[in-house]
């Protein structure tokens, strides 16, 4: 027996419209991105479980989108979720990502995107803590920890 998966449509996008769009050719994003960086964010790809460097990070700092440098998360909403990805609570801004409908692998999951590139960065749950109940479930090779200006 073969599965073939076809989508129904294109979910509809949620999130507000970032009017500093970057968009670039498969060409242009593997310049400057490593092969993984490039798997994860621009083919929604996934690293494994436990093998990503902010996954048991506590540094501080803001998190920015490894393609475009926009600032996703900040590190103090990040926590342990003991899914082996680097979890966070909330995202810094409501325009940062945006989300869409994910019905990939016979599941459906709330995919998490750069609102201003279209990167893959993860899923977002709605089983994390308080304050927001939200588990934003990211892909350590879809950040970039920046150090927070003193």
Known sequence: MIWIFQPDSTPPRKGKPNPERVMKSDEEWQKFL?????????????????????????????????????????????????????????????????????????????????????AHLGHVFNDGPQPTGMRYCMNSAALKLVAREK
């Open 34 to 118: 490593t092969p993984e960086q490039f798997q994860v964010t621009r083919r929604k790809g996934t690293e494994r479980a436990f093998s990503g460097i902010y996954a048991s990070s506590k540094e501080d700092g803001i998190f920015t989108c490894v393609c475009c440098g926009q600032p996703l998360f900040d590190a103090k909403t990040k926590y342990e979720s003991g899914t082996g990805w680097p979890s966070f609570w909330q995202s810094i801004a409501a325009d940062s990502v945006a989300i869409e409908e994910d019905n990939t692998w016979f599941s459906r999951r709330t995919e998490v995107l750069c609102s201003k590139c279209d």
